[in-house]
């Protein structure tokens, strides 16, 4: 995850410790040293905590756009809510191993019976039953049996709505800082409830594709004319895209992220897409004149965090369409023309499909630079190879774009050679 603090971790943090800081009075006041009574306020702590973790997890489902910002970009955002829902998760394992502690020097029945009371203590299965949700929809994200499929994943997800609320009347009935629980509450239910429903309604902008270009097998550039305004968007920032092609073979009215190639003083909107999966194979036969919906901007990737300072870009495979919106906002004169090396990484010429226009963009426009390293001639990318193509890359501010593998390698090999950290922005084209 990227470290780098933004103010939107402030909102997280505080909603992760305002309902324990508002229940902590009652919690210190019942604090002595016996064990009964320490044990009771850490279950109690345990319980609030992963109440309140689970709450900031759904807040941040909310996927508005250009909120994301506040939390350095969408894709850190997942990041966050991952952590966030990875540690309510624990928290309410915690919870349950800490109640099954606090009687159990009393006897172990006594242990059992606590953990599962009788039926007419709804309140405690409320919680056991939020918790088995959890498990089921919480499970597959971590991998715990495999590589989860991307649809599948998401339908059960949405079991964390009914877990959310199971979970929120069993902390409102047995801790304190009721207040507390019901203002989260409604605002997490809000931020479901935005973008399960209101998003479609209210979020969304038309487009109609207005003509596909194959650019190599397997890869296809969508151009999309706005019915109406549009939406206007920033180079590196991806949209979701749900095309409504009733002929398509999948993925009809299903929403997946795709970078927005083009800049927008563009009459278009344009997206290179990558048949990676169902999805994205059909996208390639999407026919013109059908409509899609467009849901975002989201992102910061390409924004610099040192103006002025020269930049390398680096995109492997589809992992290039970020770079094209910013070659393309160069030449077309709306973006700050500064230093900028590119180096495309490609497995050989066929699948470097975007170099002639990006070589045709450095030749017209003196601050940027194109070169592509081909894998199966060159190897893998090495510092030498760096060096011949952009011999001061150490002291610019670097853009890595393109698979998770890919990523990680480039990142490692430049943090080698004394690039700092937060000089280096990734975007992953994968949210799992
Ligand atoms: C920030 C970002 C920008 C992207 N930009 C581009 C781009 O410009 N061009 C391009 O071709 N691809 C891009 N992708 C990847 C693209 O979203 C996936 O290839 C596509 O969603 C795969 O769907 P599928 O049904 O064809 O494949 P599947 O086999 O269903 O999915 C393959 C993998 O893609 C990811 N994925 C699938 N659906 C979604 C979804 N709805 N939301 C998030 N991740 C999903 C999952 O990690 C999954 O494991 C981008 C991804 C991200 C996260």
Redesign the pocket.
Known sequence: MRRKFHPGDLLIVAVVLLPLLWAAPGLIAALDSSWAAISSVLVRVSGILALSTFAAAALLSARVPRTDRWFGG??RLWEIHKLLGFSAFLLVMAHVVLLALMTLPVSVERSVTTLFPAIVQWDVWLGWFAFVLMVVFIAPTFGFFG?????RW?SLHRLSGPAFLLALVHGTVLAPATAIWWLLGILALAAVAWRLFFSRLLGRHRYTVDSVTPLARD?VEINLKAQGQGMAWQPGQ?V?LSPLDPQLE??IN??????V?SDDSDTHMR???????????ALQHVRPGTEAEVEGP??TFLEAQQPGRGRLWLGGG?GI??FVAGARAMRAGSSEAVDTVLLYLADRPERAYYLDELKTIAEATPAFTAHVHYFNEHGVLTADYLRAHCPDFAEREVFICGPPGMISYVDRLLRDEGVPPERLHT??????
């Not at 299903?254 to 970078?259: A, D, F, N, R, V």
């Open positions: 969408q894709v590589h989860p499929h991307y649809q998401k890869v991806f979701y999948a993925g299903e929403e997946h992220p795709y970078t190639a997206i290179g897409v990558k048949a990676i999966g169902d999805a994205t194979a989201y992102g589809i369409t970020p975007e992953a084209f994968d949210f799992l």
